[in-house]
């Protein structure tokens, strides 16, 4: 008879591939973007169309992976999407071809996708057996913990002097050994929920529309600063290592973010929280660009680490409270609203940001979705507000 899984096995985990495919895989990109930029002649309508191709990867891996046909292989496309995550860092250090950028950022942003789908629905449902949902938090902080290892990695590779090209290929080193890690946790697949059933179509309710509108905007504000901090720094001329300081707080104040908000969500309600949440994160977004020297920058890092894993959770889970009885249709619909925005956000600051010669307009433009977004998701009624 098989042994029961410890789940904080599971969740150990999940964090680190959590932090190997989110943290570094999608978000070790900001902090070596400004290198690229100044190396190769990157221009910011460029940059944001590398990050760009990244959410496009992720939104179509999302989907694609929505479907039964995985069923009974979700181990083994986890793991081989790691591995994919691992070769394709270590591919963009090879070229300097923007087509090839594309193409590879692309082909991350599926594996993360892949990753992040077929691991949620390994850990998430041994952790419902052993009763420990709690310790879903644990598995979300790996995106901090990811982005703090990527920011220990590239101060350390600007005390040597190294080129951009060995962040990418250190990255790969890093999502390499977390492979390695998680094929050693996580020896099994998902428990079985017997046979997914068809669906009912999604209730025709105004305040699952707003939510899902607002979870659009989200997606549209915070990946302008997610995507483009670093390089608002190199502007300013903080220094290489206050960047790699800065992206440090990012990840730090992510690791505990999603417990912290979790729990107030559990005493304000989940828009609510939701909202609070966007503010907080605009005013980051604002301080970033608005507030000169040391403590802007720093404060956005943090506002931005301590918010935005929070509010990807918050605003998935009310959605699943208004349509409770079709969780996978408003998953693919939220994430098809926020993929959009993703996609929308660093094309649009990165042509304003070239145009305007600053990120200051796209970055107010951006604090100015997020702010529409908390207005959205508040106004949609105390149906959407129970955790």
């Keep these: 008879m098989t042994q029961p899984a410890s789940p904080l096995r599971f969740a150990l985990a999940g964090m680190i591939a959590m932090a190997v495919a989110m943290g570094i895989g999608r978000f070790v990109y900001t902090p070596i973007l400004p290198g690229m930029m100044d190396e190769i002649g990157l221009s910011a309508s460029d940059a944001g169309l590398i990050a760009s191709a990244n959410y496009l990867g992720y939104l179509l891996g999302a989907f694609a992976a929505a479907g039964a046909w995985a069923h009974g292989r979700e181990r083994m496309l986890m793991l081989v999407a790691l591995a994919a995550n691992a070769a ?6 090879v070229t300097t071809s923007l087509l090839l950028f594309l193409t590879i950022r692309l082909a991350a942003g599926l594996a993360s996708a892949f990753m992040m789908v077929f691991l949620a629905s390994i850990v998430f449902s041994h952790l ?3 009763g420990r949902n709690d310790l879903q938090a644990m598995h979300f902080s790996g995106v901090g913990v990811g982005i703090a290892v990527s920011a220990l990695m ?5 005390l040597v002097g190294a080129p951009w090209t060995a962040d990418w290929l250190w990255a790969g080193i890093l999502s390499a050994a977390g492979f390695v890690a998680v094929l050693l946790l996580i020896d099994r697949g998902p428990i079985s929920q017997g046979t997914a059933s068809r669906e009912p179509p999604l209730p025709a309710s105004r305040a699952l529309r707003k939510i899902i509108v607002a979870y659009g905007l989200f997606g549209l504000g915070y990946v302008v600063t997610a995507t483009f901090l670093v390089a608002i720094i190199r502007a300013g001329e903080g220094g290489r290592l206050f960047e790699s300081t800065v992206w440090l707080a990012t990840g730090l104040a992510g690791i505990p973010s999603v417990y912290l908000w979790q729990s107030l969500a559990k005493r304000w309600g989940l828009t609510s929280t939701f909202a609070v949440a966007c503010v907080v994160e605009a005013l980051g977004v604002w301080a970033s660009v608005g507030t000169g020297g040391v403590v802007g920058p720093l404060a956005g890092g943090v506002l931005l680490g301590g918010t ?6 918050l605003g998935l889970q009310a959605g699943r409270l208004l349509a409770p009885e079709a969780p996978r249709r408003v998953f693919a619909l939220m994430t098809g609203a926020f993929g959009i925005g993703q996609i929308i956000g660093p094309i649009l600051a990165g042509i304003a940001a070239d145009w305007t010669g600053s990120f200051f307009a796209p970055s107010l433009g951006a604090a100015a979705a997020l702010l529409l977004s908390g207005v959205i998701g508040w106004s949609s009624g105390p149906a959407a507000r129970s955790p």
């Design 88 to 93: 394709l860092a270590t591919a963009m250090a």
């Design 128 to 130: 419902a057996a052993a």
């Design 154 to 158: 590239t101060g350390a590779l600007v």
């Design 308 to 313: 935005f894993i929070a509010i990807t959770a």
